[in-house]
């Protein structure tokens, strides 16, 4: 069973930045990945970021200018960083780990991740 635990959620003003962070215990496959992914008020939960063996990355198409996901060994914490933060970035960001090694077209999909975080709340203010 894995633990994963967000942090670093607060309140910022548009363009401001922020970095999250989320903190894996417990037993984890060897070759699994950590994802990032928000849900928006009345929103469905989409993908930011995800990170396997804290080297292959990939980030979604439409974040790609502004954030940046970063683990420095599979036993660090994993980083999502957020920079030129919009009100519509505003979302719960939750942080997920996979049961196994993800190519880079499924890394932002929910259903590829079996662990999740109660997720770290971000507000945007205009």
């Known amino acids: 069973q894995v633990q994963l635990v967000e942090s670093g959620g607060g309140a910022v003003q548009s363009g401001g930045s922020l970095t999250l962070s989320c903190a894996a215990s417990?037993?984890?496959?060897?070759?699994?990945?950590l994802g990032w992914f928000r849900q928006a008020p009345g929103k469905e939960r989409e993908g930011v970021a995800a990170?396997?063996?804290?080297?292959?990355?990939t980030v979604a198409d439409s974040l790609q200018a502004r954030v940046t996901i970063s683990q420095h060994s599979t036993k660090d914490p994993m980083y999502l960083r957020i920079n030129g933060l919009k009100p519509e970035d505003t979302a719960v960001y939750y942080c997920?780990?996979?049961?196994?090694?993800?190519?880079?077209?499924?890394?932002?999909?929910?259903?590829?991740?079996?662990?999740w975080g109660q997720g770290t709340q971000v507000t945007v203010s205009s």
């Open positions: 997920a780990a996979s049961p196994d090694w993800l190519d880079k077209t499924k890394r932002l999909e929910i259903a590829r991740y079996n662990n």
């Open positions: 990170i396997c063996e804290a080297y292959y990355f």
């Open positions: 417990g037993v984890m496959a060897r070759d699994a990945c």
